[in-house]
């Protein structure tokens, strides 16, 4: 499979207008276009029945307490685990392409709707835990939502935009699964995938 994204080049920076946060006027950070970029795919086995997309950072601080606070760095060495942005299943076997926007369009505080929709089952992405607590965003946050590091770590994050042909027309999810149970629900029906690995981050000494 080949997996093409538009204004995306595989290890290369992730343009401002996909991402959830950007360099604010005079602030580290401001809430941006978070416009989901458009995907087209090919190649795919023929037998193909669905697709799912999970687009993944790997790069978050296991321990984010110290993010985006003034005076403090998050160190490149600190322990990691994933974040997910995208989580997109039960996508139709007729289905080739995503065109921008059509899953996300600006920030949404409070989220957008998991489930049913046009393009596929949307699942939750990590958007939902990491901003609980925060009255004006707090929510569940279903769908395409793009990146937004820390601007104050050392380290690049890395955004694996990964297409799945799966051997199934649906994988049996509902609800609020999160990005965990879409993979382990993955697993084992994969034909093919593709994978395309974009860079961001908004540390003013490492863009």
Same mark, same amino acid.
Request: proline share 9%; glycine share 10%; aromatic share 8%.
């Given at each position: 499979m080949k997996l093409i994204i538009q204004g995306i080049q595989d290890q290369q920076p992730i343009p401002e207008k996909f991402?959830? @946060?950007?360099?604010?006027?005079?602030?580290?950070?401001?809430?941006?276009?978070?416009?989901?970029?458009?995907?087209?795919?090919?190649?795919?086995?023929e037998n193909t029945k669905s697709y799912a997309i999970v687009v993944v950072d790997p790069d978050v601080p296991e321990d984010a307490s110290d993010a985006n606070q003034p005076g403090k760095m998050l160190a490149a060495d600190l322990k990691r685990r994933n974040f997910y942005h995208w989580v997109l299943v039960d996508i139709p076997a007729k289905t080739s392409a995503?065109?921008? @926007?059509?899953?996300?369009?600006?920030?949404?505080?409070? @989220?957008?709707?998991?489930?049913?929709?046009?393009?596929?089952?949307?699942?939750?992405?990590s958007f939902t835990?990491?901003?609980?607590?925060?009255?004006?965003?707090?929510?569940?946050?279903? @769908?395409?939502?793009?990146?937004c590091p820390p601007?104050?770590?050392?380290?690049?994050?890395?955004?694996?935009?990964?297409?799945?042909?799966?051997?199934?027309?649906?994988?049996?999810l509902n609800g609020e699964f999160t990005g965990v149970e879409a993979e382990k629900a993955i697993q084992d029906h994969v034909l093919d995938k593709a994978t395309v690995t974009g860079t961001y981050t908004l540390n003013p000494e490492l863009r």
């Amino acid at each position: 499979m080949k997996l093409i994204i538009q204004g995306i080049q595989d290890q290369q920076p992730i343009p401002e207008k996909f991402a959830f @946060g950007v360099p604010g006027d005079g602030e580290p950070m401001a809430t941006g276009p978070n416009r989901n970029p458009a995907l087209t795919w090919e190649d795919a086995p023929e037998n193909t029945k669905s697709y799912a997309i999970v687009v993944v950072d790997p790069d978050v601080p296991e321990d984010a307490s110290d993010a985006n606070q003034p005076g403090k760095m998050l160190a490149a060495d600190l322990k990691r685990r994933n974040f997910y942005h995208w989580v997109l299943v039960d996508i139709p076997a007729k289905t080739s392409a995503i065109e921008e @926007g059509a899953d996300s369009d600006g920030v949404t505080p409070h @989220g957008k709707e998991p489930g049913p929709t046009e393009l596929g089952l949307r699942g939750i992405n990590s958007f939902t835990d990491f901003l609980a607590g925060d009255p004006d965003m707090e929510g569940t946050y279903g @769908g395409y939502d793009g990146p937004c590091p820390p601007w104050n770590d050392e380290r690049i994050h890395h955004y694996h935009f990964t297409v799945y042909a799966l051997d199934v027309e649906t994988l049996g999810l509902n609800g609020e699964f999160t990005g965990v149970e879409a993979e382990k629900a993955i697993q084992d029906h994969v034909l093919d995938k593709a994978t395309v690995t974009g860079t961001y981050t908004l540390n003013p000494e490492l863009r």
